[in-house]
């Protein structure tokens, strides 16, 4: 077995840096559970930093002042760059698979940038081919409040029916094109079938779990991992609490837990759908897997479950891999 190093799809740490929030740098910081530090020493290949865009409320919350979306974007990724700069001896921005590939040669992690709800494309194609060029290779399509692409995730039943809006379709479209990875978390399940018919290429959902293990509208139905899986896609493991258990009060994220998703996961959709989606540094509670260095943890306990070297291997970074290849350009 060649070990790769792990591929995490989503955490949130550009946003606990901004505005000196919970100050210091992204190479150690004992306020984030990832910075470069801990990515290294947990065997981190690539980790895909998000850009979320904070509503009033996360504002609020974070003693944040209002800004500008895209004043706030272009901030955000001015901060990774240079951070990743910075440490040019450990970690590498990375826009292709062939970046990881390079970055990986030269011991190097890779950092890709995404955005977390698509609400700054404001109906604009050229604002998503803007974004692309400035190094992003991800969008959210939501978040927790409609947008331009359509509606999110909700306990609403009329929230969840509806679809994605016309330019929603005409974004999913455009982003297979211009090589862009769609992710289908936070989105309405009726948004869901929308991507899966007008994609032509593989979509993902960066870190949402199992519906049927723990009913939280952000997880996905056993329809929806198949689809995801028919498709090519990935789908992310989210470390939140509420996420892995039926207990909506429950503030452990276990591994026990962890472990039990993942199997579920496999026997519906199969090994190829596996994938890594902490939402470390956006999420709350006591984790059992609280930084990226702890990540190893997770794959002796699927190791202690049965798993395969390979399948690990798959789960680990392989399948992402593949995603990778296919869309970026």
């Given at each position: 077995?060649?070990?790769?190093?792990?591929?995490?799809?989503?955490?949130?740490?550009?946003?606990?840096?901004?505005?000196?929030?919970?100050?210091?740098?992204?190479?150690?910081?004992?306020?984030?559970?990832?910075?470069?530090?801990?990515?290294?020493?947990?065997?981190?290949?690539?980790?895909?930093?998000?850009?979320?865009?904070?509503?009033?409320?996360?504002?609020?919350?974070?003693?944040?002042?209002?800004?500008?979306?895209?004043?706030?974007?272009?901030?955000?990724?001015?901060?990774?760059?240079?951070?990743?700069?910075?440490?040019?001896?450990?970690?590498?921005?990375?826009?292709?698979?062939?970046?990881?590939?390079?970055?990986?040669?030269?011991?190097?992690?890779?950092?890709?940038?995404?955005?977390?709800?698509?609400?700054?494309?404001?109906?604009?194609?050229?604002?998503?081919?803007?974004?692309?060029?400035?190094?992003?290779?991800?969008?959210?399509?939501?978040?927790?409040?409609?947008?331009?692409?359509?509606?999110?995730?909700?306990?609403?039943?009329?929230?969840?029916?509806?679809?994605?809006?016309?330019?929603?379709?005409?974004?999913?479209?455009?982003?297979?094109?211009?090589?862009?990875?769609?992710?289908?978390?936070?989105?309405?399940?009726?948004?869901?079938?929308?991507?899966?018919?007008?994609?032509?290429?593989?979509?993902?959902?960066?870190?949402?779990?199992?519906?049927?293990?723990?009913?939280?509208?952000?997880?996905?139905?056993?329809?929806?991992?198949?689809?995801?899986?028919?498709?090519?896609?990935?789908?992310?493991?989210?470390?939140?609490?509420?996420?892995?258990?039926?207990?909506?009060?429950?503030?452990?994220?276990?591994?026990?837990?962890?472990?039990?998703?993942?199997?579920?996961?496999?026997?519906?959709?199969?090994?190829?759908?596996?994938?890594?989606?902490?939402?470390?540094?956006?999420?709350?509670?006591?984790?059992?897997?609280?930084?990226?260095?702890k990540m190893p943890l997770l794959f002796k306990a699927?190791?202690?479950?049965?798993?395969?070297?390979?399948?690990?291997?798959?789960?680990?970074?392989?399948?992402?891999?593949?995603?990778?290849?296919?869309?970026?350009?």
């Open positions: 077995m060649f070990n790769l190093g792990y591929i995490d799809l989503h955490c949130d740490s550009l946003l606990r840096i901004f505005n000196d929030y919970d100050q210091g740098n992204l190479y150690e910081n004992k306020n984030l559970s990832v910075d470069f530090k801990s990515l290294k020493n947990g065997g981190a290949l690539a980790q895909f930093f998000a850009v979320f865009l904070p509503d009033q409320e996360t504002l609020k919350e974070m003693n944040l002042s209002k800004i500008d979306d895209d004043l706030y974007i272009k901030k955000l990724i001015k901060t990774l760059k240079k951070e990743v700069k910075a440490n040019n001896e450990l970690i590498e921005m990375a826009y292709s698979y062939q970046d990881i590939l390079n970055n990986q040669k030269e011991n190097k992690i890779s950092a890709f940038l995404t955005i977390e709800d698509g609400r700054s494309v404001n109906a604009d194609l050229e604002k998503i081919k803007k974004y692309y060029e400035a190094g992003i290779r991800l969008i959210t399509l939501l978040w927790n409040h409609e947008n331009c692409f359509g509606y999110p995730n909700s306990s609403d039943p009329k929230i969840m029916n509806k679809g994605l809006k016309k330019f929603g379709i005409e974004a999913v479209k455009y982003m297979n094109q211009i090589g862009m990875i769609i992710d289908v978390s936070h989105l309405s399940d009726a948004g869901f079938y929308d991507v899966a018919e007008h994609s032509q290429k593989p979509f993902i959902a960066s870190h949402s779990n199992v519906r049927n293990l723990a009913a939280h509208p952000r997880n996905l139905k056993d329809d929806m991992i198949k689809i995801i899986a028919e498709k090519g896609g990935i789908i992310g493991l989210n470390f939140a609490p509420q996420f892995l258990t039926e207990n909506s009060s429950n503030l452990d994220s276990r591994i026990e837990e962890m472990v039990e998703h993942l199997n579920y996961i496999k026997n519906i959709g199969g090994e190829s759908v596996l994938a890594l989606g902490s939402d470390l540094d956006g999420i709350q509670g006591n984790l059992e897997i609280d930084s990226s260095r699927l190791k202690k479950n049965g798993w395969s070297d390979d399948l690990i291997e798959k789960f680990k970074a392989e399948n992402a891999l593949r995603v990778i290849k296919d869309i970026l350009k």
